[in-house]
């Protein structure tokens, strides 16, 4: 009986235990169970265990299985999405490095045969050198025969001005002409017509959007780009002939004339038009021939070449204010790609006639690295910036949507440049110059805000709009530093009434100059990012100026001012690139029709910056900046912009009803001056050649100087990190491992090295301050890739905004500890970046960091361990 009882009570714990070990190693669940999951881990990908029990109760169908499980299957889940994402990447990666590398094969290829070429060449002049008499004699007659030979082929000038090209050439030569194009086009593109170089600072990699090379010694300016675009060729192709809609430069284009070719091709007679960048230089317009057809090997080629005779194409009466420019063979072969995507190659090759500009402009039509910088990489960031747009990898803030906000993007380029132009065709025309005035007077009383989506937000009141812009030139100042300071130290240079004027008067049924009441301005500028390009090389931001009304009565009434502001060209390696800052007064509400008036800034480089000058900078200084005789350069970055040469283009727009124009004049005209006044003075604070350039800068009104905050902060870390090691030699090893030893040896650095390093180090590093609602008061460049924000802008985030709900239970139970021991470990979480994404990180630490008496605590640190957007 004992033995029975025995061997039953050992077959239940048996059975128990199965039970219990199949309950816990695998459970199947249903379509509908699944269904309810999926749906719950859409809205919350790692639920609470209150979250997951609340889940039990409210779903019937997972009453059966054990909270426990449910955990699993999340955890299960997002190791699934986690592996599905990252199994993606390297795919994509991958192709991008196959494609990569058969660029690169072929970029070898045509280097090798040129250096064959050249080889040849040089043994050939080695064989003329013995026998001059005869070769002497062979070359004139090669000569002779050879001008003969062009002179017949190439094609006559045109005699009727007025008359379209196609009847002085014939249908058969244009096609000539066209087959001619196709042929130099792809010498220049896949073979040696052409002596390439490497673009300075575009280094080819798994990481570039492509192989940029530019000619070395050629006749006109020629650039060219590789690269790999995740769309179709047709696609591609549609893109690039719509050129007005990518190339800021381009004002117009139009096709004449088109007809099919014998091969399944189409020739087209296009006429277009780009603006000048500076009102110091006209305008240039083109009148080419446009070829499109597919080549055996599949294919897509898209070539364009100048036609001969200057009074081609329109009237000459439309284009009088332009200079007529060449296009030398040029254009884009796009090949299909294996598993999808296309390999573009894409060439550029003008004659700006740089004859027509002073003297002091012509490198800007001489240089190919600003035909590279307007054209080629435009180009292809542009189809890129579509393709991943497409795909759906581009976010952007306040729900907008991509094309939304490139197309405002676009408005502001254009609206600015139309102010610089200042086109007879477009209405305007210059009031009351003599020309010795600084500024100039633009007006155009034809100006419309007219919007044809919604006709109802028609200004119809408004007189007209008045444009005052002047050009200068500056010495020793790198343009992207100039505009960063400007963007950021708003108040330095801006008249708070006067952005109030006009933001006012665009509002329908208003208008501030007459009665306008005095506003104060607080200095509280908040940027708030919507959106940026896939380089973050041209930014897209809403900004807020804070005022408040001198009138008692007005004192509650809101007087904050909203614009919609485009920044490009701030990263200072960027050779040939534009440095701008535009900006137009929007409603709060931002409307996607809203009316713009763009004003702003631009400043181009003159002078080419050879490699050795292309040094980063330890810090965002327009961030760290103070206008005045003191200011801090990196060392070893004053060389970056000595002796160097650039034109800023001011351009500020404002409208006016018609008995106000001469009073608006007078304050247009003044204010301008002003501001020119105030970018001189900060140029002049700015460049290595300051009065004072040893003093340190600020990071901002009440922070210490950056470099005394990156000591505090290495100390603070090194004196906890040495107390752990005699407490915790393994944990001592971890903070090791994760924040670097550089940032342990920072004691031993001198001069600026510290600051770079904590700058450039790897994991995102943020200083929050100790007050009531505790913000951020500094963050490296990790750090603010992480929350997507800038370093003003991080002044307006608080600590509470950063984490989630998991994250803020667990800072909050270990705050305590962190005030109390002076260090903290926080597990794996998500935090939330400025613009709504997810930012997964594997630990964080956090500690205090000391003052200089090591008693007072200026703020807190946070290092983000390997931190990543989910």
Known sequence: MAMALAQHRESSSDSSINKHLDGGKYVRYTAEQVEALERVYAECPKPSSLRRQQLIRECPILSNIEPKQIKVWFQNRR???????????????????????????????????????????????????????????????????????????????????????????????????????????LSKATGTAVDWVQMPGMKPGPDSVGIFTISQSCSGVAARACGLVSLEPMKIAEILKDRPSWSRDCRNLEVFTMFPAGNGGTIELV?????????????????????????????????????????????????????????????????????????IHIVDHLNLEAWSVPEVLRPLYESSKVIAQKMTIAALRYIRQIAQETSGEVVYSLGRQPAVLRTFSQRLSRGFNDAINGFNDDGWSIMNCDGTEDVIIAINSSKSFSSTSNP????????????????????????????????????????????????????????????????????SQIIMPLGHTIEHEELLEVIRLEGHSFVQEDAFVSRDIHLLQICSGIDENAVGACSELVFAPIDEMFPDDAPLLPSGFRVIPLDSKSDSLTTNRTLDLTSSLEVGPATNHAAGDTSSCRNTRSVLTI???????????????????????SVISSVQRVAIAISPSGLNPAVGSKLSPGSPEALTLAHWICRSYRRVASFLLLMWRFLFFLLSYHLGAELLRSE????????????????????????????????????????????????????????????????????????????????????????????????????????????????????FVNWSFV
């Open 79 to 185: 190791c699934r999405e986690k592996q599905k994402k990252e199994s993606s990447r390297l795919q994509t990666v991958n192709r991008k490095l196959t494609a990569m590398n058969k660029l690169l094969m072929e970029e070898n290829d045509r280097l090798q045969k040129q250096v064959s070429q050249l080889v040849c060449e040089n043994g050939y002049m080695k064989q003329q050198l013995h026998t001059v008499n005869v070769s002497s004699f062979s070359l004139n007659l090669f000569v002779c025969f050879s001008s003969i030979h062009i002179k017949e082929l190439s094609p006559s000038v045109c005699m009727y001005s007025n008359e379209c090209c196609e009847f002085c050439y014939g249908v058969g030569r244009l096609l000539s002409i066209a087959e001619e194009t196709l042929a130099e086009f």
């Open 271 to 343: 006429y277009a038009q780009t603006f000048a960048p500076t009102t110091l230089a006209p305008a240039r317009d083109f009148w080419t021939l446009r070829y499109t057809t597919t080549l055996e090997n599949g294919s897509l080629v898209v070539c364009e070449r100048s036609l001969s005779g200057s009074g081609a194409g329109p009237s000459a009466a439309a284009a009088a204010q332009f200079v007529r420019a060449e296009v030398l063979p040029s254009g884009y072969l796009i090949r299909p790609c294996e598993g999808g995507g296309s390999i």
């Open 456 to 523: 109802a937000n028609a200004l119809s009141f408004l007189g007209g709009v008045l444009c005052a812009k002047a050009s200068m030139l500056l010495q020793n100042i790198a343009p992207a530093v100039l505009v960063r300071f400007l963007r950021e130290h708003r108040s330095e240079w801006a008249d708070f009434n006067v952005d109030a004027y006009c933001a006012a008067s665009l509002k329908a049924g208003t208008n501030a100059y007459p009665g306008m009441r005095p506003t104060r301005f607080t200095g």
């Open 651 to 673: 351009a500020f727009q404002f409208p006016f009803e018609s008995n106000l124009r001469d009073n608006v004049a007078t304050m247009a005209r003044q204010y301008v001056r």
């Open 748 to 863: 031993s650095l001198g001069g600026d090295s510290i600051l770079k390093n904590l700058w450039q180090h790897p994991d995102a590093i943020l200083c929050c301050s100790l007050k009531s609602q505790p913000v951020f008061i500094f963050a490296n460049q990790a750090g603010l890739d992480m929350l997507e924000t800038t370093l003003v802008a991080l002044q307006d985030i608080t600590l509470d905004k950063l984490f989630d709900e998991s994250g803020r239970k667990a800072l909050c139970s270990d705050f305590g500890k962190l005030m109390q021991q002076g260090y903290a470990c926080l597990p794996a979480g998500i935090c939330m970046s400025t613009m709504g994404r997810h930012v997964s990180y594997e630990q964080a630490f956090s500690w205090k960091v000391l003052e200089v008496d090591e008693s007072t605590v200026h703020c807190l640190a946070f290092s």
